[in-house]
């Protein structure tokens, strides 16, 4: 399993971002995929799951109705658009591939899921 991100960069607050992760190694259509964070001197934070076929994805709160992940199962990639930045989203961000076509939710079993090298996303004027 290989997970390469990319996009990430320096936004002002209430910028936008779009996050790419292309997986190879595996078959990609057939898993869930998550993107997940982790701000400075915290812990792994869940942040968006998406189902293996793109048919419903779920968000953690702090994100919801700001961030919109989305995949492309031809081109082996899951993208995490995000909106309305704030410097809280400062962080590393990671994709994940999760074990099954379902996602997991939550901040949870992050020890069964397959993860990338991260990408910084800082938000600050």
């Known amino acids: 399993v290989q997970l390469v991100e990319s996009g990430g960069g320096l936004a002002q607050p209430g910028g936008s971002l779009r996050l790419s992760c292309v997986a190879s190694?595996?078959?990609?259509?057939?898993?869930?995929m998550a993107w997940a964070r982790q701000a400075p001197g915290k812990g792994l934070e869940w942040v968006a799951g998406?189902?293996?076929?793109?048919?419903?994805?779920s968000y953690a709160d702090s994100v919801k109705g700001r961030f919109t992940i989305s995949r492309d199962n031809a081109k082996n990639t899951v993208f995490l658009q995000m909106n309305s930045l704030k410097p809280e989203d400062t962080a590393l961000y990671y994709c994940a591939k999760d074990p099954g076509a379902v996602p997991i939710m939550g901040d949870t079993k992050f020890e069964s899921r397959s993860w990338g090298q991260g990408t910084q996303v800082t938000v600050s004027s």
């Open positions: 190694g595996f078959t990609f259509s057939s898993y869930a």
């Open positions: 998406i189902y293996f076929d793109g048919s419903d994805a």
